[in-house]
């Protein structure tokens, strides 16, 4: 939900079409720096959190932080707008900021490895006083992007000092464009048996739900409305019935209008794939 006209706006426009959780940026997602909010809007956000009353409100990062970059001035704007970052989520009660791993843009996977694990590491140093966590999400694998395996996502929570800051954000479109093939129980089982093998199905706090409008295995991330992908609707009924993550918070990243008629069109449908869906309000995950 964008939070244009104060970050509390973004909880009514949430409110306004029945959301149960919602994420945000904390600031322009396409720039470096922004500023931190002043006290009242801070305060005004923290009222219309009681009201909403959402099952979860966490956030991502922007777009242009990349810690797999190799020393110089793009990874020096990353590591200080991600610190920045995690010091706006705090006030707000941000449980976590899901972030893509990074790309190698050409040096190779092992040299983002580094990067990104001592990019964490220096990060996690500076905000030591945050219980703000990173969810690292799994990606399509576009360009030199990584993520795209499970393996990779293991690998950083392995090599980190301070792992019990991680958790892992899963995105449906990426799932399937990775080479997940999502769309049968026994996909869907597969790829969290994967993730339970390297990394531990209790580091998942969160979902993308969105359909994706590229193959499987296309490593292209375009995602589609719910059941106007390729995954299709079938697909998704397996993911929202499945027990494991009842309590888990999950968002749309699927195109909208201002009027948000697209978010409501969307989550009509997945709630109406929901087998015995509970009537009362579940506790949230975060």
Not at 15 to 36: L, Y
Not at 79 to 100: N, R, Y
Not at 129 to 151: D, K
Request: net charge neutral.
């Amino acid at each position: 939900m964008s939070t244009q006209g104060g970050v509390w706006r973004a909880l009514e426009r949430g409110r306004s079409i029945g959301c149960e959780a919602v994420q945000i940026f904390v600031k322009n997602n396409m720039q470096w720096r922004g500023k931190p909010h002043a006290e009242d809007d801070v305060a005004r956000y923290r009222q219309e959190l009681k009201v909403c009353k959402f099952q979860c409100v966490f956030a991502h990062t922007g777009y242009l932080i990349n810690l797999g970059a190799q020393p110089g001035p793009n990874r020096d704007n990353s590591l200080q707008s991600l610190i920045q970052e995690i010091e706006i989520a705090t006030p707000l009660g941000i449980p976590f900021l899901v972030m893509h791993p990074g790309a190698h843009l050409g040096a190779g996977e092992e040299a983002a490895f580094k990067q990104i694990v001592a990019g964490l590491n220096e990060v996690f140093t500076a905000t030591k006083t945050s219980p703000v966590r990173i969810a690292l999400e799994n990606t399509a694998g576009q360009g030199t992007c990584l993520g795209h395996r499970m393996s990779h996502l293991a690998e950083i929570f392995d090599r980190l000092n301070s792992p019990e800051r991680l958790a892992v954000c899963l995105d449906t479109a990426h799932f399937y464009a990775a080479g997940y093939d999502i769309r049968t129980p026994e996909g869907w089982d597969d790829a969290i048996r994967e993730i339970a093998s390297l990394i531990g199905i209790r580091q998942i706090v969160a979902f993308h739900l969105n359909d994706s409008k590229t193959d499987l295995g296309s490593r292209v991330d375009r995602h589609a409305h719910i059941g106007q992908g390729k995954i299709g609707l079938e697909g998704f009924r397996n993911i929202v019935n499945d027990p494991r993550f009842r309590k888990h918070p999950a968002c749309l990243e699927t195109p909208k209008s201002d009027d948000l008629h697209e978010d409501v069109l969307n989550l009509n449908t997945l709630r109406s794939l929901v087998e015995n869906r509970p009537v009362e309000k579940r506790r949230s995950h975060c």
